[in-house]
């Protein structure tokens, strides 16, 4: 699971992975560097207006295995 850790002022939001979801991508491992992961401004605002509304309804969360069902497709 990625673990946002900021979402302030820095510009880009930096993600640790555990090795359980590492993903590679190419022949680089995400998960293993520790280059910040550089998000475009508008990603960012959708990144906090998400986070925004988990915060005024957490009922709408998912849990881990929904989660990944999404991602494996």
Same mark, same amino acid.
């Given at each position: %699971?990625?673990?946002?850790? /900021?979402?302030? +002022? /820095?510009?880009? $939001?930096?993600?640790?992975?555990?090795?359980? /979801?590492?993903?590679?991508? &190419?022949? /680089?491992? $995400?998960? +293993?560097?520790?280059?910040?992961?550089?998000?475009? @401004?508008?990603?960012?605002?959708?990144?906090?207006?998400?986070?925004?509304?988990?915060?005024?309804? @957490?009922? $709408?969360?998912?849990?881990?295995?929904? %989660?990944?069902?999404?991602?494996? &497709?």
């Amino acid at each position: %699971m990625s673990i946002i850790r /900021s979402l302030g +002022a /820095s510009p880009a $939001i930096t993600a640790s992975c555990t090795a359980a /979801s590492v993903r590679k991508i &190419g022949s /680089s491992d $995400i998960g +293993a560097s520790d280059e910040p992961i550089v998000l475009q @401004p508008w990603q960012r605002e959708e990144a906090q207006r998400r986070s925004a509304e988990l915060k005024a309804d @957490p009922s $709408i969360a998912i849990d881990r295995d929904e %989660m990944w069902r999404h991602v494996d &497709g």
